[in-house]
């Protein structure tokens, strides 16, 4: 029942929502955070839980199911949580509540606005604690469609561009899924969608279905992370998305395409992920270099912010290529978890400034730390994160993704991989001198006053998690350990 | 004289010999109350094709008048889409039984019946003369029903191009019929089957004829499938005709093509599916024109500024997918095509109906005057686009469980016999043009829900169309997160149709 | 206490957090706060040099588990050794006064709070760094020092060059940085472990190839080579003068760019493995060394000689520390590695000295050029003072702290007459400069009287720290005297690698006294007694002279050889992005949808071209499809008839017919040709009427 | 046999000729009877060639005509609503629907 | 029909007219030439219909045909068509197209009659018995009780939508 409350109770609150009197944006407000507090709740007490009573094994907790679904297709109703998933439940869980209070601002049609925070929730939820494809594709599917009402309805100028933009990328890709899915469904004997049975039966099919598959699921999860060439959509969807929206693509739906990659294609076809390592690495490292180019040319804060996900999810395909090593895949679980909370908060803090200024030109900008010092004093923070300074989380994962890295794959690519490491320091200073350090025009923004208490209260958390990842990751290595072992055992098939 | 009756099982013919009662009834009804009797008319038949449904419901398998009149799984799969989509389309008239034809309520009502009565007659054929008058039962009234505004120039431009795409496909499936019925001596689709299966196996060929008559039959059916190259009337007629009846042609005449072409080609030409019995296979050539269907329809509806057009296209494009099903010729195709348009019709009929309300307040049918019409009509706007996100096949609606399906007999097929490999890169198609296809659903959503300013258009609902819309969402709903049941009916399909699981 | 070293740079972050979170509207209770703290630390580290002298240098660690991974011991743990030891002393000791002195220095910046934070925060992190055991931890603090150096250097950030500075700071340690990480990875995948005495204990048991090591080592070293701010990433550290003079004096000049030397030092078994690798870690030392020397003499911005000079100072020890190693590799170790540690500290105090100095120089008279000075002595004695003394040490004047260091260096390039006579030359400008700098600032006639006559001697808060690192600049290279057995020397050395105690060279002394006492007196002629013109030599050495006051041009080269292709291949990338990659999703996906405007069409045709073009076609097939749906029911007919024709025809040659596939072929596009053609015509007919017919009905 | 199939098939190409270039739309339904023609004579050569004895073809023949007769009835009724409508039957009147 | 027995002459001088006749309703360009070329060519197709023995067939398409759909087609020439005005033509451009496709039809459609090896086995014209008629009769009332009913419903259909299209409103 623990994991299916996680997707039942957003499910409900939607309901609630919608159902509330027209004029009552105060209390939708409240009702929706407090409704996706639950969930965000119980996250923490599975986190709390697995760490201390399961995390030793890498077997599935608190599974639910197999329950009869569709019998005639052998579809079940499957849900457990592992190593890999929980990290991530406890993102979405808390990305999702502080997007919520972020929310707050939201005027227009606020109703609805929340009414797709929550669906969305649910499908997030969904898609990690999902262990039958065919509720995972379905999960995985659900939520693109009040992602493209959040982006369409609530987002800036290019919204209807972005909107579209994202439905149909991410749709292409999923598509590419389900051919994967039907091959392997029909493949199994008995017919079968549980992806655990998979796991185990798919290293024996034949080497080119396995390519097959294993490429589909590539270009879908590709997409979803977003792997260079696959990423056009992203800067758009999140340039263009309402605050709260970009920092849940950019913690969570970004997380999706590597959770999948580690939970569904990485460990189904380990001769082909073998075969095509050096190339996603390859990928892995344009990304990092591409994405981190892209981030030092642009003029707009939060396409800066947007790119620099690209570099980021670079390093989680370079560690993803790197399959045999524990510590790399340690590493890309951090890193997720890291670049959730450090991009999640530079996209709040970016909202913050949008508020006030109603632009987010660089340029337009200079010497705010006059002004605003607690909020130079975050963004400073998060952008020394996000540049894998030492003591927050994103050092910690860039560390290890290299050093598993370094182990296994190409050394010579790995170093050029390495400069990404300068570029990033390269966009972030540049962002925090053009826009909080230099002259202050104080005709323009004489009167932009400081971060106030709502908005400190979402970044907070994550500010103290980012350090206590940086400073103290034990607890978090140990959360998952044994899965990763266990990922790494089957990798090696 | 002797008359060695056969053995009539009236009893299983008994919902369409109530529809038919019932529709003589109406049209008696109309024309004795002056025309003056509102919205009774409509509850009337509302009331009817529920009724039938429950007779149906209560009427079991079995054979009638000798081998001609068969209720089985597939019959009354389909005969329940039949009655469904007509209850729709009745449901979303009531505004322009109100407003437009006042004065031929009674006729507009029986035709439907009469249509659907026909419908149901071809799904329960069993050989190809009564197949043959049962299409053309279904195709006459509906020829009448698009020319129904008849002071409508579109409309009546829809009415006569139906009728002469319609007549002279139906020239050609006689043309193509009288061919198998040359060469098997036979109109009785079974034992046709067996003929033809003789007569191959002791002349080696059957003969080259047989490519003809499978091209000739193919393009008449199409015509009802809207399956290119003999989709082309159909944006027109869409546009054209009013807005309850190009639902229902896009779906219960469309159901009545497919459980046509099942009975022929499925059950009919049973052997001839394969590429092995090149030249005289179909299931390359149907292959090719699902292909084509889905390309088609999903790049030119893109295009498309009139949402009746627009959703034109869309059907010429979902009939792509059904026919993946069809071609896989499995079991699960057969279920899988049943279980699609069973999506479909919810799918389909609601966003009718949706544009017909619409239509009726404004007048208008250009997707652009759709603007901002969430923010006044929010239910309508709501529903409407879960009607095309299901269409386009998003979960968790039952359009995606069809679509998903049908791709999936699509790669059981292509992976149990080599020689249908092509199914993977029909399946690969399908799912590319899907993507397509979001983005003309996804416009008229973007239309609704993201303008800046409010529609000046504000929608009122009478009771049947808000229940013709709930129902379609609901359906869509349950069904798609709850198949099951349907699944387990349509499942039965194949055998109907002779295929084993 | 060495038990509990690690809380001397836990107390110092202790105050970062309270000023930042509770002190920060109390300025005296925050700069009261953050000097208790560093004085409490400051006497822990003289008890902590104390017990480890009492110890013989017998190095103590304790760590714990950072994060339990397979195959990599990563750790978090704290090494006392007498390098750290010494080194503590000295961080804290410069820590002091600096913060004493900032009292003075900083008082009535809005931002006093901060500034003490920030110098906190830094005291913890290189604390840290001095501490750490193994190679991960210290490369966390060493980040940790760019980033409070990054912070401290933009501190007043409202100045456009001070943004400039701390940005530039940055990312060009950070370049070294990435060197260093890659060295730090190449540790991980030969040695499995990052603690200095477990790498070092495989590396001498020959886990690496002598080719790796000596890569691993010059990635190591490279991470020095952006921190203390060596050829060629040198030019951060003159910029980085733009923070507050007490940031130059403990950060860039004491303590943060000596964390290069000291990371040499503490992997000096490393270097010693490979010759080659400590041969260019020498000569990288050496090229800097004289380079900064060469600029610093032409230099008028006061801290930017001192800068230059550090940098000189800091390739000065580099380079004994790399001599050392290649000697010891060679089996004859030299006294460089105490020469260079033992200048690290002796630089530390004179030359945070110098810049308290001539920081308190600018207080009084509110300039940093050296042409505007003059004649200052008599306005402030006491500054004057102890820069004298400071410059007397630096230029290694007996008994001088630095004479005693420098004197090492010299010792230690013995066996390199190349290194030997450089280092001369290098000892000589060095003197040369740093008496310019006293002359022109002290001495002689004030050049701008408006600021002469408002030029003041600073508070007692800022000369008493001068006085006491002045007191330090003379004594301190007292316990290095070569005469000492049990000085400095055995310390450091800890029973390694030490090389024969010899007797002290009385002629090298000699030798390098008097090239120090020439430079001053070059200078004194020069610009105290003016009898030989500075123009003139410039005008004969132009070339040189204009190098030397360009800084060799290298921003100009830099900007131009690496800032500006980098970012204009990350604009090529982005427009790349936006016009190819998105440009070929958009064409594909149908998103640009204005085409009816005929020029846009054309710029979208022309520019985007080939890769749109797959959109394009995806585009005309919907046309042209279109284009088939002439609105006439016969053309629908025709369409119909003659499929099932093809279909028929095509079909139909497969049993039997002769025509052969290809006559088929044309059949098939003649067929399909002829029916669009036909349809074209239609439409334009049936356009034409209704057109027709419109105009007929109005 | 063949003549008669040859000549249904000459005949069915002649209809369908009519269909697709008549300009009259009562053109097109002259057509498409000499069409059903065609296929009524294939039924019944095969009713006499193939299987007499069950007179199948013959019965579709009669079907057909009854059908034929259905169809121009309704189709008659809309010829004369175009006519109605525009106040001439050719097909040229009605494309106001495409693309 | 080869052997010039008269069946053979006399198939010849049906298919003769018909196809002339056929030809000449498609090409024809005054409708109402059409219609009675129409006429003549229903009329030969009975007369096939006799030599193929199917005499009740074509009692029926004289009756129905003749009689029936073609009055009804003239009338509703007579009804929609200005006799006076001359038109260019009544062929529209699809000519050639039109030509081309059917010419391709019929001869492919020939070919594929002439090779299909099934009927050249059995190219041999059985007897249809005396009683055909009977027995025609007796199967539309038992074995096609059920078509026959449906194809009256169908009647009915199109009288009502007949009706319904065709009638003036009031208004």
């Avoid at chain 2, 419901?57 to 009149?69: Q, V």
């Avoid at chain 2, 993977?424 to 959503?445: E, H, K, Q, R």
């Avoid at chain 3, 005495?197 to 048991?205: H, P, Q, T």
Wanted: with cysteine.
């Amino acid at each position: 029942m623990l994991l299916s409350s996680l997707i039942f109770i957003p499910l409900l609150g939607m309901v609630v929502v919608m159902f509330m009197p027209k004029n009552s944006n105060k209390a939708v407000k409240w009702t929706a955070t407090l409704i996706s507090s639950i969930p965000m709740l119980v996250s923490f007490w599975i986190v709390w839980d697995y760490f201390f009573s399961h995390s030793g094994s890498a077997a599935m907790a608190y599974v639910e199911g197999p329950f009869d679904w569709i019998p005639i297709l052998n579809i079940h109703y499957y849900l457990g949580v592992d190593g890999i998933s929980v990290p991530m439940l406890f993102l979405t869980g808390l990305l999702s509540t502080i997007s919520l209070i972020a929310s707050f601002g939201i005027n227009k049609r606020v109703k609805e606005y929340f009414a797709f925070f929550l669906l969305l929730e649910s499908g997030m939820m969904g898609v990690f604690v999902s262990l039958d494809f065919f509720l995972f594709y379905v999960f995985w599917e659900v939520m693109l469609v009040p992602m493209y009402f959040l982006i369409g309805i609530w987002g800036g100028p290019r919204k209807e561009y972005a909107a579209i933009k994202f439905f149909l990328y991410t749709l292409f890709g999923s598509l590419f899924m389900l051919v994967s899915i039907l091959i392997l469904y029909f493949t199994s004997e008995p017919h079968t969608l549980n992806m655990l049975t998979l796991i185990e039966i798919s290293p024996n099919l034949s080497h080119t279905l396995q390519m097959v598959c294993f490429v589909f699921f590539f270009v879908a999860f590709a997409i979803k992370v977003p792997v260079w060439p696959f990423h056009t959509w992203l800067p758009d969807a999140h340039v263009e998305a309402p605050t709260a929206v970009s920092v849940i693509l950019a913690g969570v739906l970004l997380k999706m395409g590597t959770y999948a990659m580690m939970r569904i294609s990485w460990p189904m076809f380990p001769w082909a992920l073998r075969e095509l390592s050096f190339w996603i690495a390859i990928l892995g490292a344009i990304g990092i270099i591409y994405g981190a180019l892209l981030s030092i040319a642009q003029k707009d804060l939060k396409k800066l912010v947007a790119y620099s996900s690209v570099s980021h999810m670079g390093y989680c395909m370079l560690a993803l290529a790197a399959f045999s090593s524990v510590t790399a895949i340690t590493g890309v679980m951090f890193q997720m978890v890291s670049h959730g909370l450090i991009t999640g908060a530079l996209f709040l803090l970016v909202g913050v400034l949008y508020d006030r200024a109603h632009t987010r030109e660089i340029a337009a900008f200079g010497g705010l730390g006059v002004k605003v010092p607690v909020y130079t004093g975050l963004m400073v923070l998060f952008g020394m994160a996000a540049l894998g300074l030492p003591g927050m989380s994103g050092f910690v994962s860039e560390f290890m993704i290299f050093i598993g890295a370094f182990s296994v794959l190409n050394k010579v690519l790995v170093g050029i991989s390495v400069l990404g490491v300068v570029l990033g320091a390269t966009y972030i200073l540049r962002m925090v001198q053009n826009v909080f350090l230099g002259n202050f025009d104080k005709e323009r923004w004489g009167d932009l006053t400081d971060i106030n208490v709502r908005e400190i209260i979402t970044v907070a958390p994550l500010a103290l998690l980012t350090l206590f990842i940086g400073i103290y990751p034990k607890p978090l290595e140990t959360l998952m350990s044994a899965t990763l072992q266990n990922l790494v055992d089957l990798l090696a098939r | 004289m002797e008359f060695a009756f056969p053995e009539y099982n009236l009893r299983l013919m008994a919902p369409e010999i109530f529809l038919f009662l019932w529709a003589l009834l109406i049209v008696g009804y109309d024309v004795t109350t002056k025309r003056k009797n509102g919205a009774v008319l409509g509850y009337m038949t509302l009331a009817g094709l529920m009724i039938t449904g429950l007779i149906l419901g209560l009427t079991g398998y079995g054979r009638g008048f000798g081998n001609m009149f068969v209720s089985d799984t597939a019959a009354k799969f389909f005969k329940i889409i039949f009655l469904g989509s007509a209850f729709m389309a009745v449901g979303s008239s009531f505004d322009i039984m109100r407003e437009k034809i006042v004065n031929h309520r009674g006729e507009f009502c029986g035709l439907i019946l009469l249509s659907t009565v026909g419908m149901m007659f071809l799904s329960s054929s069993n050989e190809l003369l009564s197949l043959y008058i049962g299409l053309e039962l279904t195709t006459i009234p509906l020829f009448v029903l698009a020319a129904f505004y008849k002071d409508d120039k579109l409309s009546v431009e829809a009415g006569i191009k139906y009728f002469i795409i319609g007549a002279f496909s139906s020239a050609l499936l006689l043309y193509g019929i009288s061919f198998l019925y040359g060469l098997s001596g036979t109109t009785d689709l079974v034992q046709m089957k067996i003929n033809i299966a003789i007569t191959h196996l002791t002349f080696q060929n059957i003969g080259v004829i047989l490519i003809l008559a499978i091209i000739v039959i193919l393009a008449g059916i199409g015509f009802k499938l809207a399956l290119p190259p003999f989709h082309q009337w159909v944006p027109d007629v869409y546009q054209g005709s009013p807005t309850p009846i190009a639902a229902f042609l896009s779906v219960g005449s469309k159901a009545a093509g497919l459980i046509a072409f099942a009975k022929i080609f499925v059950n009919g030409l049973y052997a001839f599916h394969h590429p092995d019995m090149a030249p005289n296979d179909w299931g390359r050539l149907v292959a090719l024109m699902a292909v084509a269907a889905m390309i088609l329809g999903n790049t030119v509806a893109i295009r498309q500024k009139n949402i009746k057009r627009m959703l034109g296209y869309s059907a010429i494009a979902q009939v792509g997918y059904i026919m993946i099903g069809m071609v896989a010729m499995n079991t699960i195709g057969m279920a899988s095509m049943g279980f699609y348009i069973f999506a479909y019709m919810f799918a389909n009929m609601g966003a009718f109906a949706a544009v017909a309300i619409f239509e009726d307040k404004t007048g208008s049918c250009e997707i652009s005057s759709y603007a901002g019409l969430s923010k006044t009509s929010p239910l309508l706007a709501a529903t409407l686009s879960v009607f095309l996100l299901s269409l386009a096949g998003i979960p968790p609606m039952a359009g995606f469980m069809a679509k998903f399906y049908v791709f999936a007999a699509g790669i059981k097929a292509a992976q149990n016999d080599p020689a249908l490999h092509f199914m993977y890169w029909v399946v690969g198609i399908g799912l590319l043009t899907a993507v397509f296809s979001l983005y003309y659903y996804a416009n008229v959503i973007k239309q609704m829900y993201f303008a800046k300013e409010p529609s000046p258009h504000k929608v009122t609902f009478n009771i049947p169309s808000l229940t013709v819309l709930l129902i379609g969402l609901a359906g869509l709903l349950v069904f798609g997160i709850y198949p099951e049941p349907v699944l387990h009916f349509a499942s039965g399909i194949a055998n109907s149709f002779g295929l084993i699981p | 206490m060495t038990k509990y070293s690690f809380l001397i740079c836990l107390i110092p972050a202790l105050s970062f957090v309270m000023i930042v979170f509770f002190l920060r509207w109390k300025e005296k209770l925050s700069a009261g706060w953050s000097i208790a703290s560093i004085l409490i630390s400051w006497v822990m580290s003289i008890i902590v040099l104390i017990e480890t002298i009492s110890r013989n240098g017998q190095p103590y660690e304790a760590s714990y588990r950072f994060i339990n991974l397979p195959g990599i011991n990563i750790e978090i743990g704290i090494l006392v050794d007498a390098l750290t030891a010494i080194m503590l002393v000295v961080v804290t000791t410069v820590g002091a006064c600096v913060e004493i002195y900032s009292v003075g220095y900083m008082r009535g910046d809005s931002l006093f709070s901060r500034f003490f934070a920030y110098l906190s925060l830094f005291l913890f992190s290189m604390l840290g760094l001095v501490l750490a055991n193994n190679f991960f931890m210290i490369f966390i603090f060493w980040e940790l020092v760019g980033l409070t150096s990054y912070l401290l250097i933009g501190f007043w950030f409202e100045k456009k060059s001070a943004a400039n500075a701390c940005k530039k700071a940055f990312i060009t340690t950070r370049i070294g940085d990435l060197g260093f990480l890659v060295g730090l990875f190449l540790i991980a995948f030969y040695c499995g472990t990052f603690n200095y005495g477990d790498v070092f204990a495989k590396l001498s048991a020959g886990v690496m190839p002598l080719g790796v090591l000596t890569a691993t080592a010059i990635f190591v070293f490279s991470g020095a080579v952006g921190k203390s701010a060596q050829f060629p990433l040198h030019v951060w550290l003159p910029d980085a003068m733009e923070g507050p003079t007490p940031v130059s004096a403990l950060i860039h000049a004491a303590t943060m760019v000596a964390a290069g030397v000291y990371l040499v030092a503490r992997a000096m078994p490393m270097f010693i493995g490979t010759g080659n690798g400590a041969m260019v870690v020498a000569i990288i030392g050496l090229i800097t060394s004289l380079l900064a020397a060469t600029i610093a003499l032409t230099q008028n911005d006061i801290k930017r000689v001192l800068a230059y000079s550090t940098v000189s100072q800091l390739g000065y020890m580099i380079m004994a520390l790399g001599l050392y190693g290649y000697d010891t590799y060679h089996g004859s170790p030299s006294v460089g590695y105490f020469a260079g540690t033992f200048h690290l500290m002796n630089h530390a105090f004179f030359k945070g000295l110098l810049f308290l100095a001539a920081g308190s120089v600018i207080h009084g008279i509110g300039t940093n050029d050296i042409r505007e000075m003059g004649g200052l002595y008599p306005k402030m004695k006491t500054t004057a003072i102890t820069f004298m003394i400071a410059s007397l040490s630096i230029s290694g004047i007996f008994p001088f702290s630095g004479f005693w260091s420098k004197d090492e260096i010299v010792a230690s390039t013995l066996h390199h007459p190349v290194f030997l006579i450089l280092t001369l030359t290098i000892a000589f400008m060095t003197a040369f400069y740093m008496w310019r700098l006293c002359f022109m600032t002290f001495t002689g006639k004030p050049r701008d009287l408006d600021r002469f006559n408002h030029a003041h001697e600073s508070p007692r808060v800022m000369t008493w720290p001068l006085a006491f690192l002045a007191f330090l600049a003379v004594v301190s290279g007292w316990v290095g005297m070569p005469w000492l057995h049990h000085g400095f020397s055995s310390f450091v050395y800890a029973g390694a690698h030490a090389p024969e105690h010899h007797a002290p060279s009385y002629a090298l002394m000699i030798i390098s006294l008097c090239v120090a006492l020439s430079g001053i007196g070059l200078a004194y002629l020069m610009y105290y007694k003016k009898s030989i013109s500075p123009e003139a030599i410039g005008q004969r050495f132009r070339l040189l002279y204009k190098l030397s006051f360009n800084k060799f041009y290298f921003d100009e080269i830099y900007q131009v050889a690496i800032i500006n292709p980098i970012m204009s291949i990350a604009r090529f990338m982005w427009s790349f992005d936006v016009v190819i990659i998105d440009g070929a999703v958009n064409g594909t996906a149908w998103l640009t949808i204005l085409l009816s405007d005929i020029k846009q069409w054309f710029d979208v045709w022309i520019i985007d071209g080939a890769v749109n073009g797959s959109g394009w076609v995806v585009r005309q097939i919907g046309d042209g499809l279109r284009f088939i749906q002439t609105g006439v029911a016969q053309s629908y007919a025709l369409t119909i008839s003659a499929l099932v024709v093809l279909f028929g025809l095509i079909k139909f040659e497969l049993v039997y017919l002769t025509w052969s596939w290809p006559i088929m072929t044309i059949i098939f596009v003649m067929g399909v040709t002829a029916l669009i053609l036909v349809s074209r015509v239609v439409v334009t007919r049936q356009e034409l009427n209704s057109d027709i017919s419109k105009e007929d009905k109005v | 046999m063949f003549y008669y199939l040859a000549l249904a098939a000459i005949l069915f190409s002649i209809g369908l000729f009519g269909v697709l270039t008549r300009r009259n739309t009562i053109g097109i339904l002259m057509s498409l009877e000499l069409m059903f023609n065609a296929a009524n004579i294939n039924f019944v050569t095969f009713n006499k060639y193939i299987a007499a004895e069950a007179l199948l073809g013959e019965m579709f023949a009669i079907f057909i005509i009854v059908v034929a007769a259905a169809e121009a009835a309704v189709g008659l009724a809309i010829v004369l609503l175009i006519y109605r409508n525009w106040n001439g039957i050719d097909t040229d009147n009605y494309n106001v629907m495409k693309w | 029909m080869t052997d010039g027995s008269q069946v053979g002459i006399v198939f010849w001088f049906l298919s003769f007219v018909i196809l002339v006749s056929g030809f000449m309703v498609v090409s024809l360009k005054n409708i109402f030439h059409c219609a009675l070329f129409l006429v003549l060519c229903l009329f030969s197709v009975a007369g096939i219909f006799i030599l193929l023995e199917a005499e009740f067939l074509a009692a029926v398409q004289i009756l129905i045909y003749v009689g029936a759909i073609s009055i009804l087609l003239i009338f509703a020439v007579m009804l929609t068509t200005n006799m006076a005005t001359k038109k260019v033509s009544q062929s529209n451009e699809n000519v050639a197209v039109g030509l081309f496709v059917s010419i391709t039809f019929a001869m492919s459609a020939i070919l594929l009659i002439d090779k299909t090896s099934v009927w050249r086995y059995r190219d041999q014209a059985q007897n249809i018995s005396e009683g055909a008629i009977v027995a025609l009769g007796k199967s539309l009332m038992t074995q096609f009780i059920l078509p026959f009913e449906v194809v009256s419903v169908l009647l009915l259909a199109a009288m009502i939508g007949a009706i319904v299209l065709a009638r003036r409103e009031r208004s």
